[in-house]
């Protein structure tokens, strides 16, 4: 069964806006730290964004701060990044990840959604 399914991805223009949704299937995992990464083709698979399980600590990657906002909504077990003034360069499969514990490493998140694909057309 799957545990973490994404949402939300498409193909917009360069400085459209897309909202991802990560919908989980437990409730537990609204006490996981909750995360956002990203795979572009050839490339391998970087952090995007996270949030802390009460929602009151973020993190960014240097490349997104200031345009992308990830937040929760742990009464319904869901985590959201909001994309704002879209580049090319944000092409990629966008995956929502969840890990027990504060993670330091990728390898930290254990539970990973199948992806959803996000274009941005020049």
């Known amino acids: 069964q799957v545990q973490l399914v994404e949402s939300g991805g498409g193909l917009v223009q360069a400085g459209g806006s897309l909202r991802l949704s990560c919908a989980a299937s437990?409730?537990?995992?609204?006490?996981?730290?909750m995360g956002w990464f990203r795979q572009a083709p050839g490339k391998e698979r970087e952090f995007v964004a996270a949030?802390?399980?009460?929602?009151?600590?973020?993190y960014y990657a240097d490349s997104v701060k200031g345009r992308f906002t990830i937040s929760r909504d742990n009464a319904k077990i869901t985590v959201y990044l909001q994309m704002n003034s879209l580049k090319p360069e944000d092409t990629a499969v966008y995956y929502c990840?969840?890990?027990?514990?504060?993670?330091?490493?990728?390898?930290?998140?254990?539970?990973w959604g199948q992806g959803t694909q996000v274009t941005v057309s020049s």
């Open positions: 437990r409730r537990t995992f609204s006490s996981y730290t």
């Open positions: 949030v802390s399980w009460t929602g009151r600590s973020t």
């Open positions: 990840a969840a890990s027990q514990s504060p993670p330091r490493m990728i390898s930290e998140y254990n539970y």
